[in-house]
């Protein structure tokens, strides 16, 4: 009986394969390396994060955006009709401007689908509603995350676990096997620890400056001076050293006895410090990937300059608009056709960031147009009257025989 049991637990114990850690779980539960409701309090509360941001943000969806579809399908027009009409029901366009600052910002934004088996609604969750993303593996013996199942909310928001199926996570710059994407302000949130020497993040670092600025100004600005008075007596002596101890911040003279001079504390001028604030103010433009605020707050910008910062951000830009695109033409466009019944590959209802192209007219066309009885005379006298033509009354002659 011993050797039979010996046996069974051999048969269904999973062996570990060497080279790899292998929790003991079927599944993974990840948390933000940084919370993200900490990462909104910097984009809220440091004017270059939220200027940053926002530049990137309106780069990426400002234009807005139009469909297309198919015209060779044979329900083109309707399967249009469809997804515009969805956009347009649930804002689909303001969701995209709220949800880029957050994208851009955290990395991360996660939209709930009301009703998941057939989507009729979006709802935007607080970035800081997911606690854990739950991930399953690869398969049992090779641990290795690979496809996220479910989205555990804090307990404040309920603390339930929303399937996969039910919310639209949309993220960037994943790193490693992370379910979490990575915006461009963790970076200035994160220390770095080398060896035994621990360097603190550059928010830390830029706050602590802006926080002792004032104080100097206080300091300098009003300097304390120091007057020696000679033969005071003991009386003056006391009353001065009370005025010491209540100096405002502003500064004060201070007084004692002794042989007369006046000395004003002033900064050291050796102690040069602007080369290590630009040095920090730098590493957090560099982190916030858009040179356009330097545009706005340094002097020296050309014009060349500035084209050459449009351009560099358009190359970061590019990127994250090719996401949402594909993303929401997969997550959105596609379900919302199969649902009415359309064929999406059939359909290929596709978002186009800026608005729709309209074909250039020149007046030679609208001649040869007028010519050919394909536009009445009224008409064309409409239509060159946008160009700048003054047109006072009916012609006499028609333009037959006019040639372009």
Known sequence: MNSLL??????????????YAVP????????????LADVIKLYERDPTCKASVDLLAASAVGMGFYTTVNERYEKAKEAKQIVDQFNENVNLDSLFCEMA????????????????????????????AVEKIEQSYVQEDLKIPFRINGYKLRNT????ILDAESVIHWKIN????????????????????????????????????EKIMPKI?????????????????????QKFERAIKNRSEEGAWLFYSGKGDIKPLMLD?????????????????????????????????????????????????????????????????DVVLAQAGFNPKKAKVRLNWGAPKTPEVN??????????????????????????????????????????
């Open 217 to 237: 100004f206080e300091k300098y600005a009003g300097p304390d001076v120091l007057a020696l008075l000679e033969k005071a007596d003991e009386e003056t002596i």
């Open 101 to 128: 600052r957050i994208l851009i910002a955290c990395g991360n934004d996660f939209w709930l689908k009301i009703i998941p088996e057939r989507i009729t609604n979006l709802h935007r969750l607080p970035i800081d």
């Open 269 to 333: 001028p050796k102690a040069r410090f602007e080369y290590y604030i630009n040095h920090i103010v730098n590493q957090f433009y560099l982190g916030c990937e858009t040179p356009l605020p330097r545009l706005f707050s340094t002097p020296g910008f050309t014009e060349a300059s500035a084209k050459a910062a449009l351009e560099l951000q358009s190359m970061l830009i590019k990127p994250v608009q090719r996401y949402i695109k594909r993303q929401a033409e997969r997550e959105i466009f």
């Open 174 to 209: 994943c790193i490693g096997t992370s379910g979490f994407g990575t915006g461009v302000l963790q970076v200035l949130l994160h220390s770095l620890v080398f060896q035994s020497d621990r360097r603190a993040s550059f928010a830390w670092m830029k706050a602590k400056i």
């Open 24 to 35: 003991e779980s079927s599944t993974v539960y990840e948390t933000p390396r940084i919370p």
């Open 363 to 404: 007046i030679a066309d609208m001649l040869k147009a007028t010519e050919l009885g394909l536009i009445r005379q009224e008409e064309f006298r409409k239509n060159v009257a946008k160009f700048g033509w003054e047109i006072w009354e009916e012609p006499e002659t028609s333009l037959e025989g006019v040639k372009p």
């Open 157 to 160: 928001y309920g603390g339930e």
């Open 6 to 19: 010996k046996r069974l637990v051999e048969a269904f114990t999973r062996k570990r394969k060497s080279g």
